[in-house]
Nanobody, 114 residues
Framework: QVQLVESGGGLVQAGGSLRLSCAAS????????MGWYRQAPGKARELVAT???????NYADSVKGRFTISRDTAKNTVYLQMSSLKPEDTAVYYC????????WGQGTQVTVSS
């Protein structure tokens, strides 16, 4: 089993920044990819950004140029630096890890006020 602990969510004004962190622990052997997804009220969960073990990144079009995903392999931690936040970025953000199986964090709320 892999456990994920997220942190860094909160309330911020439009145009502001937040940094999310997600630390993986437990039975970690070889993480293939880590990423962030989000789910706004009444909407389906959607991909925000992913990063592979080789460092390749992928972003949703809506966050390109504003969000940056990174990882610290030694710490099994993935980060999401969010800048120029918009009210439409308001959602619960979930960390995701793929190691054969897919594991999810408990989610952290990000609220952007206008």
């Amino acid at each position: 089993q892999v456990q994920l602990v997220e942190s860094g969510g909160g309330l911020v004004q439009a145009g502001g920044s937040l940094r999310l962190s997600c630390a993986a622990s437990g039975s970690i052997f070889r993480i293939n990819a880590m990423g962030w997804y989000r789910q706004a009220p009444g909407k389906a969960r959607e991909l925000v950004a992913t990063i592979t073990s080789g460092g390749s990144t992928n972003y949703a079009d809506s966050v390109k140029g504003r969000f940056t995903i990174s990882r610290d392999t030694a710490k099994n931690t993935v980060y999401l630096q969010m800048s120029s936040l918009k009210p439409e970025d308001t959602a619960v953000y979930y960390c995701n890890v793929k190691q054969g199986l897919v594991y999810w964090g408990q989610g952290t709320q990000v609220t952007v006020s206008s």
